[in-house]
T-cell receptor
Framework: GAVVSQHPSRVICKSGTSVKIECRSL??????MFWYRQFPKQSLMLMAT?????????EQGVEKDKFLINHASLTLSTLTVTSAHPEDSSFYIC????????????FGPGTRLTVL | GQNIDQPTEMTATEGAIVQINCTYQ??????LFWYQQHAGEAPTFLSY????GLEEKGRFSSFLSRSKGYSYLLLKELQMKDSASYLC???????????FGGGTRLMVKP
């Protein structure tokens, strides 16, 4: 149980284009999902908290107009990187919170974004 | 804010025991998690501590002391596949968010 999928796993795009990443909780409902970014040999940095049916909460320094988050259902959240630039190249990982004793976050497999 | 410290790298021998420490400073502590992350992959959940003491799960154990702001992950009978980064993450009361430490890269040698 507690499986989270992410699609695509890898994407290469041209500078200036937009990329959408999907995060799905496959066997549980998640009212809260989280989006992280991880640069090589660094730890995970929280970008935003995605709440089903409401606006996402962004961390300081993360541009909400550049990283659009939509959490339209209890099993799906999407992150759209708009007008991508080479500095946006990174490993993007989502997690979904499984409500319960520990409220553990389970992570998707990640999306490797390369912007040329 | 939150501050989480863990060693950057550790090396251990196959079959041995290794302890990875994590110290933290936070307001509104609401649990500490350990995750394992292999290179290029997403983190996988290992353990959760919210009360003081030791939680054992097979070869892995995790300990928490809230008064000292300290936790450790203990790995027994090390296997080569245990070579990975181990991430300590603290949850605060506000927003159920996790703040991650920098991760400890463990290399298991034959």
């Amino acid at each position: 149980g507690a499986v989270v999928s992410q699609h695509p796993s890898r994407v290469i795009c041209k500078s200036g284009t937009s990329v959408k990443i999907e995060c799905r909780s496959l066997d549980f409902q998640a009212t809260t999902m989280f989006w992280y970014r991880q640069f090589p040999k660094q730890s995970l940095m929280l970008m935003a908290t995605s709440n089903e049916g409401s606006k996402a909460t962004y961390e300081q320094g993360v541009e909400k107009d550049k990283f659009l988050i939509n959490h339209a259902s209890l099993t799906l959240s999407t992150l759209t990187v708009t007008s991508a630039h080479p500095e946006d190249s990174s490993f993007y990982i989502c997690s979904a919170r499984l409500a319960g004793f520990a409220d553990t976050q389970y992570f998707g497999p990640g999306t490797r974004l390369t912007v040329l | 804010g939150q501050n989480i410290d863990q060693p950057t790298e550790m090396t251990a021998t196959e079959g041995a025991i290794v302890q990875i420490n994590c110290t933290y400073q936070t307001s509104g502590f609401n649990g500490l998690f350990w995750y394992q992350q292999h290179a290029g992959e997403a983190p996988t959940f290992l353990s959760y501590n919210v009360l003081d003491g030791l939680e054992e799960k097979g070869r892995f154990s995790s300990f928490l002391s809230r008064s000292k702001g300290y936790s450790y992950l203990l790995l027994k009978e090390l296997q080569m596949k245990d070579s990975a980064s181990y991430l300590c993450a603290v949850r605060s009361n506000a927003g159920n968010m996790l703040t991650f430490g920098g991760g400890t890269r463990l290399m298991v040698k034959p």
